[in-house]
T-cell receptor, first 112, second 114 residues
Framework: QKEVEQNSGPLSVPEGAIASLNCTYSDRGSQSFFWYRQYSGKSPELIMSIYSNGDKEDGRFTAQLNKASQYVSLLIRDSQPSDSATYLCAVTVPGGSYIPTFGRGTSLIVHP | DTEVTQTPKHLVMGMTNKKSLKCEQHMGHRAMYWYKQKAKKPPELMFVYSYEKLSINESVPSRFSPECPNSSLLNLHLHALQPEDSALYLC?????????????FGPGTRLTVT
């Protein structure tokens, strides 16, 4: 059973702070890891993908992957109210369809 | 261009109606997906087409019928739906080369069944 776990939140942070979003997964063979941002009533938008251990930075976003501990995280620096959304973690495993399995998402609220 | 388009944006239909949702992408992706998403839930996979062939059907009721006329188009035909089928229907596409299975979602169709 593939499982991707996220704290549903809401995670509330002040504007300008670092928001840290976490995701754990159960299948040690997981290969690809994605973070999607979804505003209320809108569709998911891919913001980060990561495939190997370590950090990957893109602007204010940093994805961190630790395969030994089976977690992937997303850091948002200098958080803005416009970052308020639900963040979905998705994970693919080989040997099957490679269809991403989504976590339930973490709601982030950035307050001014 | 990472755009997936979907029409219509909103659809209200009765339980006896027949309607279709349409999805289009021009990124050369060879995998296309239909998802259903209810409020405050993650997307739920319905169908996957790979190289225009149905590869995954997640035990979806037969009142939903997918069709992939060509590599750029994906349709979802709806017939005799139930009120509980009201949801946001999302189309997505992805390249099929490992390890890149990034999915790009369309804006969705908000479906209400009355």
């Amino acid at each position: 059973q593939k499982e991707v776990e996220q704290n549903s939140g809401p995670l509330s942070v002040p504007e300008g702070a670092i928001a840290s979003l976490n995701c754990t997964y159960s299948d040690r063979g997981s290969q690809s890891f994605f973070w999607y941002r979804q505003y209320s009533g809108k569709s998911p938008e891919l913001i980060m993908s990561i495939y190997s251990n370590g950090d990957k930075e893109d602007g204010r976003f940093t994805a961190q992957l630790n395969k030994a501990s089976q977690y992937v995280s997303l850091l948002i620096r200098d958080s803005q109210p416009s970052d308020s959304a639900t963040y979905l973690c998705a994970v693919t495993v080989p040997g099957g369809s490679y269809i991403p399995t989504f976590g339930r998402g973490t709601s982030l609220i950035v307050h001014p | 261009d990472t755009e997936v388009t979907q029409t219509p944006k909103h659809l209200v239909m009765g339980m006896t109606n027949k309607k279709s949702l349409k999805c289009e992408q021009h990124m050369g992706h060879r995998a296309m997906y239909w998802y259903k998403q209810k409020a405050k839930k993650p997307p739920e996979l319905m169908f996957v087409y790979s190289y225009e062939k149905l590869s995954i059907n997640e035990s979806v009721p037969s009142r939903f019928s997918p069709e992939c006329p060509n590599s750029s188009l994906l349709n979802l035909h709806l017939h005799a739906l139930q009120p509980e089928d009201s949801a946001l229907y999302l189309c997505a596409s992805s390249p099929t080369g490992l390890p890149n299975y990034e999915q790009y979602f369309g804006p969705g169709t908000r479906l209400t069944v009355t």
